[in-house]
């Protein structure tokens, strides 16, 4: 069918230049930021791999920061989606109900949430990450009548006001051009060195009632920090936090816009820790194909919000609901699980190649499950691996505050080949950075 | 094609019950609403009309609350996006460069800003208004350095925590869990009556040294207030504004996002007022097929964000783009804004039937273009009308901080058939609400 | 005694020389303000008197912003003052029960409460206007569980960042350094002009639910706003806003710092007018002697802090408890309201003789008791008139946003004839700059 | 002469009952604290000594909580009030020129500043604590352009609205009625051990781009916190801060209302650190007779208030202005020091020997000069100890967060044989607390 219904107009290569950014640089805002890194007209994706106008192939180790988990135009949600379209199904629906979105919640039910003996109610905020952040902590406060929320240093929340408050990121703070309040930051687990024990530093500050720090809302938590460094959290770090939530009657929010949707190996990147979040926000790759959506997952007994007290215009995309439909199939055994597990190896063996082969770079290894960092310490090498990589061929982003990690984010779908490929590049990358230095 | 691609067992006719909600009321949270007000599951749409699981239909003169000003499903729209999805072009992309991006940029300069003579930026913020309108007030008071942003009465921005401090709403501004700050209530055109000039009284504030009321770094308008009640600004009123602003160094900022995408029978809103805000704000209605996108508008003199200050996950929606490209031929020419003009008047002449005809109601019509309202004075009676309304097979909401005003918000692009048939049922709901008075 | 305990060293035109401002100008900050208007050195006062050191006297229709009512040095008030001190009564305790305290509570109860049948419980906050006034503002907040303040244009109510958001000037807020936060100004009476309601304004703001203004916790009033520029409320208008307070559940404070103490003829401004605050805040001429005191005056259902929950260093400065006590005879009986009455004419009369007599000043004449002023609508002619005063003896400041007000708060204890001589100055200095225009 | 004005229906033995405190308990909020542990009439009082209203005699460890450091009514101070009072100085001149203004800054200027080779210009703020730092953190704000300001764990600073958002003690914030905001808290010298580096700590998190911690205007500092609980910060720690806040442009703001005016043995606290604060906070004890008197003084190159950007009624209390100037007289040379040095040894040893003896209350020592705690970790002890010290006539209080320190401020210019009697008071109290155990 892909070959009937394609017209000749439409081919993107007959029409456009790979390399004839112009119109983004003369009417697009200065505010753009990925097309300085990858300066190149894309045109067509498939799984992990992309193509430019010109036909250059890419491999896709940034996987849209997250939202193309399940790799580009995946065969089965690309079928679906497009029979819905045709089938005339309703596109956008706000949070009426549509055949769509009651297909969504019920597999969500069936295979998310009972098998993982998950009790939540589903709220569908806009359709971003940040608006996941923002009625979660409206609910918090709400629920707990508290003013502050605690999160943790390095963390990434969203761009909003509210969730810009609980950001790390200064660039990004500044951006407010306003005082950001009603937040605290506490070290995340091992922020200063591996012995310092920042959860009996945070609670040294919840028991002394002349702290200065007031008891919270809640404390938002992200099981491993993607923006913030491929920051990685023990399991028993995450149980404490929980526990610790649990002696203060704080609520426990995880953010699992980036960590979740199998990016870990798991569906949620919590359930290794086996905790129960008061309040889970998800986004990103929850449709599977890159179309905006958003969950806030809330224990029933702190769903008080009335009706539309929080709303939003795209809360109801439909198309992305029959695309997330479609992906929990990969979760209804644990063979995607077991799958990245193996795979994890590999990207951690070519890492730790990397480590001893390119000593000029002071590199270490960091992740968990795929998600996976090359941190590189010699000053402005990550970018340096980032932009060689691309030169040859391979997509990744650096993260951190100082962008000093190479991060690795192939599709969890990706197949062994297609890894493999896309850690050879970057090996290639990795040593040509080492060899000028 | 839509029916050789349709395949039975994906029929939701055969799947489902119209009126099981089930999984709704158990699964999703208490803060759903339009499901309240239309308890029943929608399979099917095409331009103005919708369909129930049970192959009911209904005239929809709600068009996602603005978000589905071009109808359901247009065909053109959907021929274009069935391609490009088939054509494996990129979904989801960032703010990396596409060809479905290059595209929209070209022809949005081409066909909307380049005949207007505006010469703007274009910023691709979160593809939700309220990304958009935090993206604005960011901007603002960075380039203002000032803090505080005037917003009207009844004004609706959003829910995220920068956008509902300027929302009028007491009900919605109460989820917020925390004093909303840094901005400013002012009264909208005609908020006491007819004679108190608004605009005068504001800018007395301004000129007081004394006031308590600090320059602000922007105002934010919305010319005709749809969630606030279907409230028209004169145009006179709306040049005054900007000479205000203009006068006092303060940007001026127009919310777009539901006025704006030809409601008002101009691509924007505020075009007939034949002023030029700093940033615009749109939203809805951009994709033209309900697809999450949305546009932060920006005079180049103040395109100051640096690279990723401000961005977002799913800024580059390229299904969106594709579709909302397509949308931008209906503005090649005028004919769409003559239609919506003829057709304007036979919304109104319906209104003031109504309102003769039901003085139970004590209504009185209100609005601008396909901005149209019947503010029902009897207190109930404007819900009571879309009940009715709704029974018959007619799909309308209320908006005004009581529920006060009947909306109608047909898709610009209905037929003459179709738009009388849904005011036909309009008139019989209200009629049947005034006899039972 | 007084001349058997002075000490020639200690005699200061001895020792100083009246216009030797040189260690002001160079360790003073340059916050310092009323030395730039009265630059002499200033050295000995009695009642409505005052002298320089070269032993040149001045009249004062300034009396320390109010904090003077009963003139410099009132005998009784120093023989107290002294007689205490002598017998080495406890300065300063704190909250501690001491028997100057215990006389002054005892004497406040009988001689004003009682008889006015106010039933307030009295707290001592620190010894200024605006500890008063922050203490006022947590208890509203605290008693009903709400963020938001009301204040109106043009008040003034203190420096520090509680008291300060809810003051109306530009200059003033700015020194801040951050947005100034949960405070809404509304229109004083007759902001705009006579003819609007402005009490119907603010209440139109409440009772629309998405007006944006969310019910506050209190109001808080000046009766005359001394600050502001002399701008009096009517009577009506006062009663008017009590029982708006009552119908919305919101509380009063009125804010007597200035206006108390006599100032308008009575001991608290709000007699007249009928009204039982919810909150009284008392500080300026409390202790009668220019010594730091104030009060927070409480219906006793709204005495819900903890013990300690406001405190201060200096709330228990019991050389104030002493003069204050003996200040409270003088409204035993309405000897001084009459006397205020009678020169209250007197001061009208001279102001509209000035009105008459200088029309290049466009003046106007406001306020009610002792708070009068002489508005020059001529841009900064007010100061001119306190320049030209000075010159000749008589010690007045300006008011206003703009300054354009002349001030006059002669002490409420002023002899016939020190008034007559003070208003003499006062129209030849108006003669004189009228006459230089 | 203090017989001889002494005159008999004032003296308040005849007149009061030491345990009547019945209009306290009728009339006075319950905000009152002090009344409660100490609930006797006081009526005279002279160094170190206070008589109750039945000529029962207490030893003050108390001094006003700091405001007393020269004992009460000392008399050199007292003859110097009495006089200028009796000569019609002036009481009250805001911040007009006066003598007693003018011999106050020579003197400071002469004694203070310029031995110790600090150059400063000196703000008079409102006449408290409190004024002092919310004029502090105002000016810093202003002068950086940034919002926030870094205060420690268990610092007290005050209870205006800007004061409290730096204050530690969470009863005390509870108080404010809004959320306290534009402040962190960082922890102070040894806050949760002894090995912990608080300063590489706080340094870790200015440096880290990503930490959420943005960078503040200025870190305030106690260099001891009396009511945090005799937190004593080491002279290192102290330079090191300093050094700290040079690297990053941040300006140190010493708040030396309680530990300043010889507290610690020197003037300011902060002299054997050898380190010069951008701003410093003096209040309390600088009139010395506890009148109501604070000073900021600040670096030239900070002066930038405009004239009255920060003002006040009572800045210009000249009574305090006497005493003060005269209380510099103490700090002409060393003796006064070298006393207080001497005298600490007595209390060390006096709190060493209780430790010893009184195991059961758990307690340590801590301190510096003449701010001595005796650290009670047995629940409650330590206001048992203060209790029973009362009724043997002693009056201390206890600090910290949960009152677990009962506190030592005798005056500094208490007799040996004083300071010997209330040591022996507080032994016995100690042994009785401990023996009831």
Known sequence: ?????????????????????????????????????????????????????????????????????????????????????????????????????????????????????????VMFPGPTGTNAVESALKLARKVKGRDSVISFTNAYHGMTLGSLAITGNAFKRTGAGLPLTNSVAMPYANYLNEEMDTLAYMEHFLKDNGSGVDLPAAIILETVQGEGGINVASLAWIRDLEDLCRRWDIMLIVDDVQAGCGRTGTFFSFEEAGITPDIVCISKSISGYGLPMALTLIKPEHDVFGPGEHNGTFRGNNLAFVTATETLKFWQDDSLTKKIRAQEKMIEESLGKIVQACPKLKAEHRGRGFMQGLVCHANGTAKDVCREAFSRGLIMETSGPNSEVAKLFPPITISDA?????????????????DNL
Chains 1, 2, 3, 4 share one sequence.
């Open 1 to 121: 069918m892909s070959t009937s219904t394609q017209n000749t107009t439409d081919d993107p290569s007959q029409k456009h230049d790979a390399t004839d950014l112009g119109i983004f640089e003369t009417l697009e805002s200065e505010v753009r930021s990925y097309i300085r890194n990858f300066p190149i007209l894309f045109t067509k994706a498939k799984d992990h791999l992309m193509w430019d106008a010109d036909g250059n192939e890419y491999v896709d180790f940034f996987s849209g920061a997250g939202a193309l988990n399940y790799g580009h135009n995946n065969p089965d949600l690309q079928k679906k989606l497009v029979d819905y379209i045709l089938r005339d199904g309703i596109a956008h629906s706000l949070d009426m109900a549509t055949d769509a979105k009651k297909e969504f919640l019920e597999a969500f039910q069936d295979i998310i949430l009972k098998p993982r003996l998950l009790d939540y109610k």
């Open 418 to 434: 297609g890894l493999k490929r896309g850690l050879e590049l970057l090996e290639q990358a990795a040593a040509a950075v080492n």
